[in-house]
Each structure stands twice: as C-alpha cells, then as structure tokens.
C-alpha cells in the first residue's frame, strides 16, 4: 500500500535556467519543421499519462511547481474544444527550459517540441479569426521564449584590416531545436489571414517592435533571418507601425555608424529596407530623401563594409532609379566617404559606383563629373592591381562609356596624366594593356583633344624635371658646403 502511494507521487527536477532559444530561417523553415515532425516521437497518445512536475519559471515571472505533461492532439477533441486545447498548449510552450544541460529535461524538451509543431500545423491550418484572447496568449508564449536574456559574446568586429573574417564559424543558441519553432509559429500567426490586425495591433505594439529590433542583434544567423522575415512582415500588415519601424531602424544605423560600429544585424536590416524603398510611392517624400543622406550613405563609413555591402548597394541603386536628381547626392556622399588606404573597400565602392551610374542621367552626371573623375584618376593611378584594373572596368559598361563620351572635353584632361602614367609604368602587365585600350577610345573619338592633353602632358612633365632637376642641384650644393666647412674644421 505504502510503495504504490509512493508510487504516486510526482518526482521533482533541479531548477531551470530561464535561458533559451534563438532562430533564423524565413517561410521557406516550413520543409524543415516538417522533417522535425518525421524525426521525433509521437507523444500524441492522450490515453497515456507521461506527466511529471518540474520546477521553472513560468511567463508571469514566477517559480513554482508545474505538471509538464502530454496534451491529446487537435485531432482527437471535437472542434468546441480546440480552441481551449491550443490555450493549455500554449501555456505549456510557456516554460522556457535550460539547453546548457544536455541531460536535464530531455522527455519534456521533447514534448514541448512536438507540442510546437502541433501549433504550427493550427495556427497554418486555422480557417476562423483568432479571438483577441488568443493573440494575447500567442503573443505571451513567443516573448517569454524570444525575448530572453542573452548569454554574454565578445562584441568584436568580424573585419580587421579590411579583411572579411565572417568565414568563422557563427555562435549557434543551444535552445534552437525550440526557438526555431517558436519563430515558424510567430511567423505563420502574422502572416496568417485569420489574425486581425486591428486585435493584434494591441499586443503587437511598438514596445514588442523594439524588442524585435533589439534581437536581430543576434550571433545567430538563423535567428536573423527569421527576424528580418517576421519584421517584414508586420511592416506589410500592420500599416499603423510603418512610421515607427522606419525611424527605430534609422536609430539603429544612427549608433552604428556614429557610436559602436557593432552589430550583427546590419544586413538584415538593410534588406528589409531594400523591399521598403522599392515599394516607395512617387515623388519621394522629403522623409525618405533625409534617410538616404543621413543613415544610408553614412553606412559607407565603418570598416566593416563587406558584411553588409550588397543590400546597402541595392538600397542606394533604389534611390537613384526612382529619383534620377538623387544621383549627385549619391556620388558626392561616396566621394565623401572614398577609403583612403583600403584597396578591398575601394573596390566594393567602384562596383556601387557603377551601378549608380548606370541610372544616372546626363544632366546629373554633369554636376558630379569633375570631381568623380578625379576619384577615378587616382584609382587609375593606384599601386594596387586590382583598384586600377576595376575603375578601367568602366569602359566596359556602355550607358557610361556613352556619358563619358558625351564630356570627354572635360573628363580627358582630368584622366590623361593617369592613363598615360600606367601606360608607361605600372607594373601589372593587365591594367597597362587596358590602360592602353581605353587611351585609344579617347584619342579615336577626338584626336585634337587627345593631342592637345599630350601636349599639355608633355610640357608638365618638362617642367616638373627641371623643378627636380634644380632641387637636386640646391641638394649637391648644400652637400658640398657640408662638406667644406667639415674639412675645415
């Protein structure tokens, strides 16, 4: 008698770290949950009892003694009962385990894995509006398991010297295997046709917006992308936000660029921007104009550049090809922030520089031209192979090969001294034979002109020997005094 009421009652675990789950992967995660759902077990049985009382801390904040226990299947409960059967299962996703611990918990980690999956496959199957105390608890069950304390990382650039140390292995969260489907629930639950956004937006607030933004902070890849998905999403859907996630993620940039020069997130914001200003209604408002000047071309500062070049390009382009006037803003911020000693930069700005010249008009490129074509002199002129080879690659573009065309009088007397210099010297065998080729476009199109700068070129040249010439003479006559009034001594 005494071994079966012992029998009865319920073991007690050690208690649990709050600390859990970090995610990324946008709606294309559904392939991969479902293979989760093929990989684990099936705790679906409700005639079973596999319960145990654990100690955690639950969403409200407080420990205490919790029954984790397996909850019946949506399919084994008539249809009035649902909706009361995803609120325990919500309440059950609630608890937040710790995953330091690879042996701590393991049956209940696994039934709230699989008590996830059963709330993706509802919340995508849902074919009712979610009542207003549902989107409260859905939101109550993914902020206690996304808005976590993080664990503490080294906040170091993952760029030195201009070189791109992102090939490291990033920091994975341990708790992804529950974080993962955290995020495909949050996910399917905004995209999901059935979740009222006047309800929502109640829950879904500008507080929760930041807390969004604080995670995409991440040293987790996956997480990010999951985030940039979902912060795009509610960008879509709820309209009323727009404003706000537009000025929080200039805030963002704004810190970056001015204060830290840290964060993981970067890129993915800039991508969700990237879909934003396509979207953009013409004429652009001064709004959006103030952000290009302020936080995008400013992006082109830090030395960490390579990590989020791409979207901060497409973001520029974007710009351009809705407003062609933007060009010479563009291209006067480039100038602005041209790097001085890193070849590597220097050739990620001369592909951007291509691309916004290519949707720049010709009254534009008028303003811009002359000291655009002084930047891209001294590229010309560069020691560096692969800056001198990349700005000849303009040439190879027709829409600027054409804009070049249409003002050779002003640029060719800014280039000739470059292209002839590399023609004579430099040392790469490539950049002298394109140098060569580009020389030849110029002096086809009009051989006055190019004989004019070789002259021009010629009697500087002249002159700057004689000014050495004379500099080495003063030299060797303040050697000789040097030397007498030694000898004298």
């Known amino acids: ?36 759902v093929s990989k ?71 039934i709230k894995r699989q008590t996830l999956l059963e709330l993706v496959d509802y919340v995508t199957s849902a074919n009712g509006k979610f009542s207003e105390a549902v989107v409260q608890e859905v939101v109550k069950m993914v902020s206690v398991n996304m808005f976590r304390t993080p664990s503490p990382q ?67 890849p ?3 992308e999951y985030l940039k998905t979902i912060l795009h999403r509610i960008y879509g859907k709820f309209m009323v936000h727009r404003p706000f996630i537009r000025k929080s993620i200039n805030n963002v940039f704004y810190q970056f660029v001015f204060e830290t020069e840290k964060h993981n997130g970067i890129a993915e914001l800039l991508e969700i921007l990237g879909s934003i200003i396509n979207g953009f209604a013409l004429p652009l408002k001064e709004e959006h104009k103030m952000f290009l000047v302020r936080a995008l071309i400013p992006l082109h500062k830090p030395r960490c550049l390579a990590m989020y070049h791409q979207p901060l390009s497409y973001c520029i382009t974007q710009f351009v090809e809705k407003d062609c006037k933007l060009a010479d803003v563009v291209i006067r911020g480039l100038l602005k922030y041209w790097p001085v000693t890193n070849s590597s930069k220097e050739v990620m700005f001369l592909n951007e520089l291509e691309e916004v ?39 190879n573009n027709d829409p600027i090969e054409n804009l070049i065309r249409q003002n050779q009088k002003v640029i060719l007397p800014i280039l000739f001294p470059a292209l002839e210099r590399n023609a004579r010297n430099h040392w790469n065998q490539a950049v002298r034979s394109l140098t060569i080729n580009v020389r030849k476009i110029f002096e086809d199109l009009d051989p006055e002109l190019f004989n004019d700068c070789l002259l021009k070129f010629q009697e500087t040249e002249k002159k700057e020997d004689e000014t050495k010439a004379r500099w080495e003479a003063r030299w060797r006559r303040l050697e000789e005094m040097g030397a007498q009034k030694t000898a004298g001594k």
């Not at 226990?69 to 919500?90: A, C, H, I, M």
């Open 222 to 224: 996956r997480e990010r």
């Open 154 to 220: 080294p906040r170091e650039n993952k760029v030195v010297d201009g070189v791109d140390l992102e090939e490291e292995e990033p920091t994975m969260d341990l708790a992804w295997p529950h974080l993962q489907i955290v995020y495909e629930v949050f996910l399917r639950f905004v995209a999901s046709s059935e979740t009222d956004v006047k309800l929502t937006k109640k829950y879904i607030d500008q507080a929760f917006v930041l807390k969004l933004l604080d995670l995409i902070d991440s040293e987790d």
């Open 357 to 395: 010249l290519e949707a720049t008009q010709s009254q534009e490129f008028q303003r811009c031209m002359v000291p655009l074509f002084h930047q891209i002199a001294r590229c010309l002129s560069s020691s560096h192979f692969q800056v001198a080879e990349r700005a000849l690659f303009l040439w």
């Open 40 to 110: 684990g077990s099936n705790f679906g049985d409700s005639g079973q009892n596999n319960g145990t009382m654990i100690s955690m801390k639950h969403q409200n904040g407080n420990l205490g003694l919790y029954s984790y226990e397996v909850l019946p299947g949506f399919k084994d409960v008539p249809n009035s009962q649902k909706e009361s059967l995803f609120f325990r299962k919500l309440k059950l996703c609630s608890i937040v385990f710790d995953f330091t611990d690879p042996v701590k918990h393991v049956k209940e980690k696994e």
């Open 1 to 36: 008698m005494i071994k079966q009421l012992l029998g009865k009652i319920p073991r007690k675990s050690s208690k649990s770290a709050g600390n859990g789950e970090n995610g990324r992967k946008n709606g294309k995660n559904s392939k991969a949950v479902a293979n989760t």
